[in-house]
T-cell receptor, first 113, second 115 residues
């Protein structure tokens, strides 16, 4: 148990639809990260929150993507007008500073048809 | 850009053998390294980490070696078991500045342990 849950675990949607994923750390972690992982590759950084502030966004995060962490606890990642290229595993990770280790949730696997 | 890569995409061993998984990194500013294990359909699971001021760190059946001179990282698994079968990723990050601790992952090595 990494202390991070993600919902849903699997999502199948049609191209053009909007989807929203949720990440829930069990305990307080001031730093929260979103990564995307495609088949056969390592996770790639998408965005980072320190408490409720979104401090960095990757160039991978197009304007169709938006992430929030309204109360500095759970976080959501929304993809608008999904494309087939968005099909991937979306991973959430948390870190409790000053420790540097990041612990990952189980991920949400998205398939866009 | 900077990257972390693996020398071997697959590794097949017999149960009880020792396994060595290698990783090369290119970012000389990297100062913290982590090995993760990822089983099918699951998120990466933390195995062991090492800071750049160390060259070796041991855990339970696992050892990580860091050679900063050649920017090389390895994970040694002793007495490999079938349950160790998974994809193994190395990841790195630099402290401070604008890195915010984001991890850069290598491609991954598939470890298969035969009973």
């Amino acid at each position: 148990d990494t202390g991070v849950s993600q919902d849903p675990r699997h999502k199948i949607t049609k191209r053009g639809q909007n989807v929203t994923f949720r990440c829930d750390p069990i305990s307080e972690h001031n730093r929260l990260y979103w990564y995307r992982q495609t088949l056969g590759q390592g996770p790639e950084f998408l965005t980072y929150f320190q408490n409720e502030a979104q401090l960095e966004k990757s160039r991978l995060l197009s304007d169709r993507f938006s992430a929030e962490r309204p109360k500095g606890s759970f976080s959501t990642l929304e993809i608008q007008r999904t494309e087939q290229g968005d099909s991937a595993m979306y991973l959430c990770a948390v870190r409790a500073a000053p420790m540097e280790t990041q612990y990952f949730g189980p991920g949400t696997r998205l398939l866009v048809l | 850009g900077e990257s972390v890569g693996l020398h071997l995409p697959t590794l097949s061993v017999q149960e009880g053998d020792n396994s060595i998984i290698n990783c090369a990194y290119s970012n000389s500013a990297s100062d913290y390294f982590i090995w993760y294990k990822q089983e099918s359909g699951k998120g990466p699971q933390f195995i062991i980490d090492i800071r750049s001021n160390m060259d070796k760190r041991q855990g339970q059946r696992v050892t990580v070696l860091l050679n900063k001179t050649v920017k090389h990282l390895s994970l040694q698994i002793a007495a490999t078991q079938p349950g160790d079968s998974a994809v193994y990723f190395c990841a790195e990050t630099g402290s401070g500045g604008t890195s915010y601790g984001k991890l850069t992952f290598g491609q991954g090595t598939i470890l298969t342990v035969h009973p």
